[in-house]
Each structure stands twice: as C-alpha cells, then as structure tokens.
C-alpha cells in the first residue's frame, strides 16, 4: 500500500495517530506492506523519516486492542516512550512493548522499519514475563536474534503457507519470550529459530562478499562469531556453508545473465563470482538450473521470462482490522 500523510493517518485510525516531523511538507510517501498469518500480524514500512506514531488513552478506551507489538530497524535507531519511560532503541535491537498502553514511536531516519504483532491470548502463561520486559529494547544476544529472526520472516513471507499460519504466532512468541527472559528450557524450545536467525545473519554476510575471493568457510565463522561445525550444521540440509556459498552465487549470476541489458561475457561473470574457471562455471549452473548459462543470456535476449511471480495479499481496510482479522 502506498499513500500520502492523509492515506497513512486513515490506514492506522483509529488505533494510532501520526505525526508527521514537518506537517507543512507537501509530500508524505509512505509504503507500508503488511501480512496476516494466523494470529501473528506483520508490517514492513518505508515512509518519512521522524514522524511518530501515538497511541493515548483515547485510542485505548475506543479500540482496546492490547497485543504485544515487536519493532525491529537493522539500519537506524530510533526513539520511545511508553508510559513515562522514554528510550533510544539502537539499530538491529528490537523493541517489546503493549498496544494496552500509552505510547509514542518515532520512525528511523532511513531504512525498513518492520513490526510483529502477537494476540495476548496466545501466551497467558507467558504473559507476566512478556509485560515486565514492555517498553524496554531487547538488547541481548537472543533479542538481536529475535531480530534477525523477523528479517528472516518476512523474507519468506511468500513462501508461507495457510498450513503454516496455526503455529506461527507461536513461534515468534516461544522466541520472543526466550529474548526477555532467557533460561534453558525456554532457549531449547527456542533452538530452531534461535538458528533461523544466525543462519540470516550469514545469509547477509554471503550477499555482502559474493564476489569476494576471502568469502569462504573459516572467514564468515569469524566474521559472525561462529564456529566452521556449527555452520556446517546450520547448512547441512542444503549440503554444508561452501555449497550454499556456491549456489548464491550461481543464483546472482543467473539474475545477471536473465536481464537483456547486460553485456557482461559468462567468462567474465565466472570470474566476478571467484569460478576457478569458465568451465568449472558452467557446470556448476547446469548442474544447479538444469541450463547453460549460454541458454539463459539467449532466453532473457529472446524475451523469455521465467522468474516466478510472488503475490503479496492485501492488508485490509484500516491497522486495526489487519490485527484481528482481514
């Protein structure tokens, strides 16, 4: 969804208020994009930067939605008040905090600004743990995680299927308390998307250095603190780190080789991907896509389109429907 100040003040009312920074600008992009899985509901935002978003006791008493919400930003901190609390969240921390109170939440400068919203009913044991931690950044190893965790999540978003949505509030919630209170059943049960995480932080170091010839096992454990057997682990279901190093690779030489505007020699994309040679290049992309990379430049040249297309739904009428329902 895309839409101006008034567009943006419409889809969050009447939950929130919004606050532009500069109310005499002319312009107020905004693009906002939001998922319902299940019970778990989850937005990704791209809008101007410093405007808040307010919540009073007036929105409380006319719609008393009190779901925990979740805000993550990889790039930019930025600033909160909940309650009387106020707090600066650095960038790559997320911050818990409860739609049941009064606060204010300032955008980052730049970036995605994500947020995940978990329905109190879900987690009624959990529910003192998750309260005493609201309002404060989740700035622990786990609560980094957690972060990663949402970027991994909305990454998939695509991908997730209705068979998928039952358990997926869950999810983020088991992780979401193993961030605020840890201990060690609650980090076993948490183990899988504990791992979900590293594995998108490594994801983020491949892309970074694809085309890098130091990107190999040894130099991304460092990198994340990480040792080569558990990332052999974290990768073992797609044939270790080196091949899932491989097949990024591959697969940004295939977007490479797929645009008809590109004039760069499948010798030279063998070697800006560290190929030992062209040969070896293109029977690893026939092996990987059943192709050469010869009859993928003539493909895209000939105005052949294979790239899948991905359906992201709609968001719904106003913020406060998305949280219940469509």
Known sequence: MRCDLEGWREWYSPVLDVIPANPTADRFPCETRAWKFGSLTMSQTIGPPRARLIRTKNHIRRDPVDHWG?????RDGYLTKVGKTEAEVAAGVPFLWSMGQEHSIERPIHGVW????????????????????????????????????????????????????????????????????????????????????????????????LRSPALEPGNIGRMVGMSRSNLYRLFQDTGGIARYIQRQRLLEASAILADPASTQTVTAIAEDFCFADVSSFRRAFKREFGYTPREARYAAVSGLDVTPRAHVPSAGAHFGDLLRRF
Do not use: N
Not at 70 to 74: H, R
Not at 138 to 154: E, H, K, N, Q, S
């Open 70 to 74: 979740i805000a993550y930003c990889a």
């Open 114 to 209: 994500m947020k995940i919203f978990l329905p109190r009913d879900l987690f009624r044991d959990s529910a003192p743990l998750i309260d005493a931690a609201c309002g404060s950044p989740l700035d622990t190893p786990l609560g980094r995680l957690l972060g990663d965790y949402m970027i991994a999540l909305w990454r998939r978003s695509q991908d997730i299927t209705e068979a998928d949505f039952a358990g997926l509030g869950k999810t983020v919630g088991v992780m979401a308390v193993a961030a605020v209170a840890p201990s060690a059943d609650r980090t076993a049960i948490a183990r899988p998307l504990i791992d979900l995480g590293r594995k998108e932080r490594v994801r983020q170091v491949v892309q970074q250095h």
